[in-house]
């Protein structure tokens, strides 16, 4: 209990300077970033509240003036607002139809409810609660990925790629950690025991911390988030200076002499942009029937910039 504490400490600390700074930003207040932060703020404050001693400690200090279970009840909305909030940014981004989800998660949201004002017991409340919210989880999640693969979206740029790699990380281990939270409620349930720290729980709680810090990494600088890409990009750099080798072994000798005027630098980068020229100059040489030709012809008529360019020569089988 107490690591979790110190672990939302730091990561308020580093959070509400981001939420100073983003204010002042006009890009803060236009969509769909605004949905975006929005988003990051609205689990900031569940993460606050999503832990089991956490909410008994709260609802105590509150219990003798308030009734109901105020601050898990809020903590419920607050996780309804991120799932909700999450699938109206992908459908403005990609127009698909989320009405089904949508009532789907109206029904769960009124079984929250219902809870709320039928239970008796802290333990079985949050138990059903940790239940219904990870049912939510995987009914808003699987739609809104499964809608992502099937448009085939892809990072236009590195700083979008960070930003999705991180937010996947954040997205898995928070589902997985309310996994097991939840199978420790059902175990709980059935065994109507009134532990709640099992080693389930806290491996679910520590899930939750990973999920935290890869939140709190997303919200960096853009300088940051690109430094966090260095082992993607040396496997960019990998793919591309193989697939240079295999077209200067079959491009004519003398043609790979004339052209092979590479810039020498240890900048991760220059190499990268180097080597996408390089086979750029080379590929033109190859036989006219060779299918790589054909393959990187089409790549530089069609790709919108040297970014999108390097993610299409990347993904070439040879």
């Known amino acids: 209990m107490y690591v979790f504490i110190v672990a939302i ?5 580093n959070f509400v300077v981001r939420i100073v700074s983003h204010s002042r ?4 207040w236009r969509m769909p970033w605004m949905y975006l932060w929005l988003n990051a703020y609205i689990i900031g404050l569940y993460y606050m509240l999503s832990h089991y001693f956490i909410l008994v400690q709260l609802e105590s200090i509150i219990h003798p003036v308030v009734e109901f279970p105020i601050v898990s009840f809020v903590a419920n909305i607050l996780m309804f607002l991120h799932l909700f909030s999450s699938l109206i940014v992908i459908q403005r981004e990609i127009s698909i139809n989320f009405t089904t989800t949508y009532i789907l998660l109206i029904v769960l949201f009124c079984l929250i409810l219902a809870n709320h004002l039928l239970s008796n017991s802290n333990v079985d409340l949050y138990r059903r609660n940790s239940m219904i919210i990870f049912t939510s989880m995987i009914v808003a999640g699987g739609n809104l990925f499964s809608s992502l693969l099937r448009h085939n979206i892809l990072p236009r740029n590195q700083i979008e790629l960070a930003h999705v790699m991180w937010y996947l990380l954040c997205a898995f281990c ?19 025991t009134q532990v709640v720290e099992t080693p389930l729980q806290t491996v679910g709680y520590a899930l939750n911390m990973v999920s935290m810090f890869a939140l709190v990494i997303m919200v960096q600088p853009d300088d940051i ?10 496997w960019q750099l990998h793919r591309l200076q193989r697939l240079q080798r295999f077209i200067q072994r079959n491009i004519h000798p003398m043609e790979f002499i004339r052209n092979n005027q590479e810039e020498q630098t240890n900048q991760l980068d220059a190499r990268i942009h180097a080597t996408v020229v390089a086979i750029l100059d080379y590929y033109p040489y190859l036989e006219v029937t060779d299918p790589l030709r054909r393959k990187l ?5 069609n790709a919108y910039d040297l970014e999108d360019m390097l993610w299409h020569i990347i993904r070439i089988q040879i």
């Open 9 to 13: 400490i730091f990561w308020w600390v």
């Open 25 to 28: 930003d006009p890009q803060f």
């Open 174 to 192: 928070i589902s997985l950690g309310h996994g097991l939270i939840a199978l420790n409620s059902i175990e709980g349930l059935l065994r109507f």
């Open 225 to 234: 988030l690109f430094r966090t890409l260095y082992p993607i990009r040396l």
């Open 297 to 301: 012809w089409q790549i530089e008529q």
